[in-house]
């Protein structure tokens, strides 16, 4: 200050305290315009076309999050806050107004450059395989919220000149209002670590929620909330927390193992039930697939009947329609190229119902791709639905409208 009297007194000056400070507001404003040109409209402007011009990930990244920006929005203020310090006398209001808005925007900005850096660390993390394993996404969340309330409390004991830890002191009264307000950030950030060390949940996986109506892949995984993509295209969103408390299917394991499981069963009418004639043996001794069932078989009842010579039926052994039904459909399995032949493979009875003799096929077929899944289910139950009759068995199916009529029509004649 007394420097910038004595300059203004050799220029003939008469300086008075008022001049003084638009001069040094003058000069920090001028100083201020300088460092802004040069790093925005030189440094930044030559590095984003660099950038832009670059294949390098890292440097797009970057420039996306504007961390460089925010540093030099930050670095601005330290030289302001720095020329506050020199030209102005320490303790005058002018001082103390100026480094103390300098001082804001500095944790301002610092605040803001933490976040970009962190963004850019999450932006990164996408090329390292363990990333994905992990809830990055709701755990930097977590930091910034934190990293906010304590710059928040730094500025606040700024502007009313006392120290943070008095402010944080009294925030131990409030410690209930707190947990009730941030209770959802708090509970998700939880949520998150348990998620990624018990490896429940990762981006990418096929969830199943129905309490929710989620049924489809997860693309984001956040603080409070988890996004999945139905595969009708809707997205439903759920408290992360959630996933903890409640109960969901994930279908990973599902895409790892590489097959996907066929459950389902069809109904066979029991009154069609019986044993097979011979000559409805030696028809179907003609089909490929059943020969080495129908040789084997055959000899081993012939065997038993020649021991147990009677001529009962009841002490008699034959063969069913329905049992031989069952071996053709699981040779008919064995030998589809698109099921798999290393996990479980059956066809079983389930117990008779009202609607009939359930035949259930469980297998896996050797995708996970859901139309080409599909696909495969169909073709299987196409085979099945068309050769049933080859066997002398009938489908079970409730009476139609259809067929109520033509039983009216039938009486009426």
Same mark, same amino acid.
């Given at each position: 200050? +007394?420097?910038?009297?004595?300059?203004?007194?050799?220029?003939?000056?008469?300086?008075?305290?008022?001049?003084?400070?638009?001069?040094?507001?003058?000069?920090?404003?001028?100083?201020?315009?300088?460092?802004?040109?040069?790093?925005?409209?030189?440094?930044?402007?030559?590095?984003?076309?660099?950038?832009?011009?670059?294949?390098?990930?890292?440097?797009?990244?970057?420039? +996306?999050?504007?961390?460089?920006?925010?540093?030099?929005?930050?670095?601005?203020?330290?030289?302001?806050?720095? #020329?506050?310090?020199?030209?102005?006398?320490?303790?005058?209001?002018?001082?103390?107004?100026?480094?103390?808005?300098?001082?804001?925007?500095?944790?301002?900005?610092?605040?803001?450059?933490?976040?970009?850096?962190?963004?850019?660390?999450?932006?990164?993390?996408?090329?390292?395989?363990?990333?994905? #394993?992990?809830?990055?996404?709701?755990?930097?969340?977590?930091?910034?919220?934190?990293?906010?309330?304590?710059?928040?409390?730094?500025?606040?004991?700024?502007?009313?000149?006392?120290?943070?830890?008095?402010?944080?002191?009294?925030?131990?009264?409030?410690?209930? !209002?707190?947990?009730?307000?941030?209770?959802?950030?708090?509970?998700?950030? !939880?949520?998150?670590?348990?998620?990624?060390?018990?490896?429940?949940?990762?981006?990418?996986?096929?969830?199943?929620?129905?309490?929710?109506?989620?049924?489809?892949?997860?693309?984001?995984?956040?603080?409070?909330?988890?996004?999945?993509?139905?595969?009708?295209?809707?997205?439903?969103?759920?408290?992360?927390?959630?996933? !903890?408390?409640?109960?969901?299917?994930?279908?990973?394991?599902?895409?790892?193992?590489?097959?996907?499981?066929?459950?389902?069963?069809?109904?066979?009418?029991?009154?069609?039930?019986?044993?097979?004639?011979?000559?409805? +043996?030696?028809?179907?001794?003609?089909?490929?697939?059943?020969?080495?069932?129908?040789?084997?078989?055959?000899?081993?009842?012939?065997?038993?009947?020649?021991?147990?010579?009677?001529?009962?039926?009841?002490? +008699?052994?034959?063969?069913?329609?329905?049992?031989?039904?069952?071996?053709?459909?699981?040779?008919?399995?064995?030998?589809?190229?698109?099921?798999?032949?290393?996990?479980?493979?059956?066809?079983?009875?389930?117990?008779?119902?009202?609607?009939?003799?359930?035949?259930?096929?469980?297998?896996?077929?050797?995708?996970?791709?859901?139309?080409?899944?599909?696909?495969?289910?169909?073709?299987?139950?196409?085979?099945?639905?068309?050769?049933?009759?080859?066997?002398?068995?009938?489908?079970?199916?409730?009476?139609?409208?259809?067929?109520?009529?033509?039983?009216?029509?039938?009486?009426?004649?």
């Amino acid at each position: 200050m +007394q420097e910038l009297i004595s300059a203004l007194e050799q220029y003939g000056i008469e300086p008075n305290h008022t001049t003084s400070l638009i001069v040094i507001f003058g000069i920090i404003f001028l100083t201020a315009l300088v460092v802004h040109f040069i790093l925005h409209g030189i440094v930044l402007r030559a590095f984003e076309k660099r950038a832009k011009s670059s294949s390098s990930l890292s440097l797009q990244i970057i420039t +996306q999050n504007k961390l460089f920006q925010r540093l030099a929005f930050l670095l601005q203020g330290i030289i302001v806050n720095v #020329q506050a310090v020199l030209w102005l006398q320490k303790g005058s209001d002018a001082a103390v107004i100026l480094t103390t808005c300098a001082q804001l925007w500095v944790m301002l900005y610092a605040l803001m450059s933490f976040f970009s850096l962190l963004d850019v660390i999450f932006g990164l993390s996408g090329r390292f395989s363990f990333a994905s #394993q992990l809830p990055l996404k709701g755990i930097f969340q977590g930091v910034k919220l934190l990293a906010a309330i304590v710059v928040g409390i730094m500025m606040v004991s700024l502007l009313i000149g006392k120290s943070p830890a008095i402010l944080i002191s009294g925030l131990g009264a409030m410690a209930a !209002v707190l947990m009730l307000v941030f209770k959802d950030p708090i509970l998700g950030l !939880v949520a998150g670590i348990q998620l990624s060390a018990n490896s429940m949940l990762k981006m990418g996986d096929w969830l199943e929620m129905p309490k929710y109506g989620a049924d489809g892949a997860v693309i984001d995984i956040g603080l409070t909330t988890v996004k999945v993509r139905n595969w009708d295209n809707t997205i439903t969103t759920i408290p992360t927390y959630a996933l !903890v408390s409640d109960a969901f299917k994930n279908w990973s394991g599902m895409s790892a193992s590489g097959g996907r499981r066929i459950k389902r069963s069809v109904n066979i009418d029991t009154t069609s039930i019986r044993f097979l004639s011979q000559d409805e +043996q030696e028809k179907l001794f003609k089909a490929k697939l059943l020969q080495p069932y129908m040789a084997e078989r055959g000899k081993e009842i012939s065997e038993y009947n020649q021991q147990n010579a009677d001529d009962s039926v009841l002490n +008699q052994r034959r063969m069913t329609n329905v049992g031989t039904f069952r071996a053709y459909l699981n040779e008919y399995l064995r030998n589809h190229p698109r099921i798999r032949k290393d996990m479980t493979l059956m066809v079983r009875q389930l117990a008779p119902e009202s609607e009939g003799l359930p035949v259930e096929i469980y297998a896996f077929t050797n995708t996970v791709v859901w139309a080409e899944y599909e696909s495969i289910q169909a073709d299987i139950f196409d085979h099945i639905f068309a050769v049933v009759d080859e066997f002398g068995l009938r489908i079970h199916q409730t009476p139609t409208g259809n067929d109520m009529r033509a039983i009216a029509g039938a009486f009426e004649r």
